[in-house]
């Protein structure tokens, strides 16, 4: 399993970013995936979270932190989960990761708010 993190960077607040996550070596559209993120210092935090279920049926949740301001979706036909942060706030500063329910992660991709 080979989980591909990009798209982090610097912005500034209230700018927004799109991290991708490519994944290979799985069927990935078996797979239930998740966004996390660690900030210096502090725990690994879940950030969202996105079904394997087909699009009519697939379900998103998130954390209340993030809740109207990221947006996870997936192309299966791309191997590819995203997050959409808008809205970004310093608290955001973190390295996020991907993560294959619940067995397998991604290196991470920083993203930076100042």
């Not at 960077?9 to 996550?21: A, D, F, I, K």
């Not at 900030?39 to 935090?45: S, T």
């Not at 299966?76 to 942060?85: G, P």
């Not at 608290?91 to 067995?103: I, L, N, P, Q, R």
Request: hydrophobic content about 40%; charged content about 20%; some cysteine.
């Amino acid at each position: 399993v080979q989980l591909v993190e990009s798209g982090g960077g610097l912005v500034q607040p209230g700018e927004s970013l799109r991290l991708s996550c490519v994944a290979s070596g799985i069927t990935f559209s078996r797979h239930d995936m998740s966004w996390v993120r660690q900030a210096p210092g502090k725990e690994v935090e879940w950030v969202a979270g996105i079904t394997s279920l087909p699009s009519l049926f697939r379900a998103a949740s998130y954390a209340d932190s993030v809740k109207g301001r990221f947006t996870i979706s997936r192309d299966n036909a791309m191997n590819t989960v995203y997050l959409q942060l808008n809205a970004l706030k310093t608290e955001d500063t973190a390295t996020y990761y991907c993560v294959k329910h619940w067995d397998a992660w991604g290196r991470g991709t920083q993203v930076t708010v100042s």
